[in-house]
């Protein structure tokens, strides 16, 4: 029992260190304005230049979380910072003789990267929401036209704005297991971003065999994450909304699992 409460003190030290450590650091601030600024003003935007007649078989929902796929970026850098910053400047030896389990000094950032960044994502989602809210009726899409106008009491957009939510976290997750393995900023922003744009470069190309522009889509991470995002014609989609967010957490899941092995083996 000594040794478990011993343990969970530990991890709240951590996590106030932590939490310290990121609200301290000027950056975080700036991405995070930054996923903010993003997600909403280039879901604004997407949603300002779609008109009815033209295009009134859109998925309204879709289209108003449109910037997720530009904030997701940002939160890729911050997390990515969170750990590979403490290995340029040195301050990783500091965290880790503060707190010698080196799976409870990962669990710390993961936690709290977690927390802001679903605090923040939660903001951005619920300002794209709003856009397409306002904007989307002055640009055809009523309901003599067949549109309702966007609510999150509706259940399938509930269920893409908080599985949007849900894809920023499981991003900012993904891209701390990916930094605590490389460790160098410039690769691990690099890998990450590539992995998250070069699949749906790929397949949008049409250059693949449909089968492996079919497979690519169900186990790229943003590809089947964003999945959750839909709320029309379900049943064409490459995977399923709550699937294919669950092989966005498996691809989190390995990195964090390769990151913190690795950070058990290595020299700090």
Partial sequence: MNALRAEGATLREALHAEWIKLRTVP???????????LTAGASALATAVVKCPASCGED???????GILLGQAAVAVLAVLVMSGEYSNGMIRVTLTAVPRRATALAAKAIILTGVVLAAGAVSVLGSVLAGRYI?????FTKVNGALALSLGDGPTLRAAAGSVLYLALIGLFSLGLATALRDSGASIAVMLGLLYIVPLLTD????????????QQWGPMTAGLAIQA???LKKLPIGPWPGLGVLAAWAAAALLAGGLLLRLRDA
């Fill in 205 to 216: 190309l049409g250059t693949l065999d449909p089968r492996w522009e079919r497979r690519l």
């Fill in 231 to 233: 709320t029309k014609n």
């Fill in 27 to 37: 950056s975080t601030r700036w991405l995070l304005l930054t996923l903010i600024a």
């Fill in 136 to 140: 989307l009726p002055g640009n055809g």
């Fill in 60 to 66: 309204t929902t879709k289209l108003s979380l449109t």
